[in-house]
């Protein structure tokens, strides 16, 4: 083999692992993506537990359980007959007004 042919091969060589690292590279930049998009899809969905690790609920069950909290601070803030907070305060209001005239009134 000739100098010119080894410098070929050589060539040859240094493309060929340029294009593998470049390859690289790229297989690691879409393994980083996917593997954030697998944690995106593990926090939408929840994930179930497993040995020393409680289960972390999904984001719709999450929201569920907001809406369930807030109807129930809803329910409180409108009177209904005595036993909501609202009705607590027009009684203390109530109360008060009577204890304690308000002179402005």
């Known amino acids: 083999m000739t100098a010119e042919g080894i410098a070929v091969l050589a060539g040859a060589a240094a493309a060929g692992a340029a294009v593998l690292a470049a390859a690289w590279r790229g297989v690691r930049a ?4 996917v593997g954030r998009v697998d944690e995106v899809v593990d926090d939408w969905q929840g994930t179930p537990s497993r040995p020393g690790v409680e289960a972390r609920p999904g984001v719709l069950e999450r929201l569920a ?4 909290r807030v109807t129930r601070i809803e329910h409180e803030m409108k009177p209904n007959g005595g036993a909501s907070l609202r009705d607590a305060v027009n009684r203390v209001d109530r109360r008060t007004a009577r204890i304690a005239p308000d002179p402005e009134e």
């Open 65 to 68: 359980g907001i809406e369930a």
């Open 30 to 33: 879409v393994a980083r993506v």
